[in-house]
């Protein structure tokens, strides 16, 4: 192999790796069994870390996150609207599940 192409491949191959994105990952520990991944799945964790572009998730969102009935205390909120309003005065909603977890897909909504 030419000595330009191998250090364009070397280069390459260590522009992918992010020691601080992994190590967000690996800190949110592994899936709990009793939930599908999903929608449901994760609550009180910090979604735009998986699904935020950088992986491991392949639904990349805009926006996710988990709403309590009162602060301080795990009681989902289910049902709830989410408004989101960029800096240009869009608007999307997105509506809780049963966990409390809400989300907008990067694409329905680009702030």
Do not use: K
Not at 37 to 48: E, I, S, T, Y
Not at 50 to 62: K, Q
């Amino acid at each position: 192999m030419r000595p330009a192409l191998l250090l364009a491949t070397c280069m390459a191959c260590v522009a992918c790796v992010d020691p601080v994105h992994d190590g967000a990952v690996a800190a949110l520990g592994p899936e709990d069994p009793a939930v599908a991944v999903g929608p449901r799945h994760r609550a009180d964790q910090p979604c735009l870390v998986c699904h935020g572009g950088a992986g491991p998730a392949a639904l990349e969102l805009s926006v996710g996150g988990t709403i309590h009935l009162r602060e301080g205390e795990r009681s989902p909120a289910d049902g709830v609207e989410v408004v989101v309003r960029d800096a240009r005065g869009r608007e999307a909603i997105a509506r809780t599940n049963e966990t409390g977890n809400f989300h907008l897909a990067r694409g329905a909504f680009d702030p």
